[in-house]
């Protein structure tokens, strides 16, 4: 008998506290921008955006746990993601459809351009030298396209006779640029590997 009701008064006690305690990683966090300015939303570190995140990181800010008597001022309404962060796409659909559809930037493992503008043209100079074509320009036009192998930066490529190209230059995290190009800007072709 005493060692029942030992038992019992142990998986009473574990029943009563186990709800009370709370994870030791959750945390309540906040991002800042590069001038130390509170910047979107408030988030729990247990279901952070990574995507949000790295945004933030990319452009110099910072996402850091609030600590305890610490606040974040509001304005009038709570802050949401700047416009910047969030995109607005017209989709491709009957008219029957919504006319605007408001989305996330693309979930790749990054979601702007890394890599040197200068070395990339350099690379699509030489790979096109070496097929027997070289090219007049290749200029940097500040565009990219996200696919789902990442994010690529697109140069025009000119020749004397007029001649033009758009190619698509994508840095892997080995620092290896792969380009891709197109007539179109549409339609483009597989995958070649430029150099380092």
Known sequence: MRITSLGFAGALALAISAPLAAPAEAAPAHCFDMFGAAIGPGYDTTAANLNW??????????????????????SARPLGYPAEYVTTVAPAAPPSAPSVLSSQPPTTVQSVWFGDAVRAAELV??????????????SDTGQVIYRADGVWRIYDVTWRDGYRRQVAVHMQPNRGYFGIEADDGENWSAAVYLGR
């Open 53 to 74: 995140i790295a945004w933030i990181q990319t452009r110099g800010g910072t996402c850091r746990v609030l600590q305890p008597d610490e606040v974040v001022f509001f």
């Open 125 to 138: 100079t030489i790979a096109y030298a070496d097929r027997g074509r070289p090219v007049t320009t290749v």
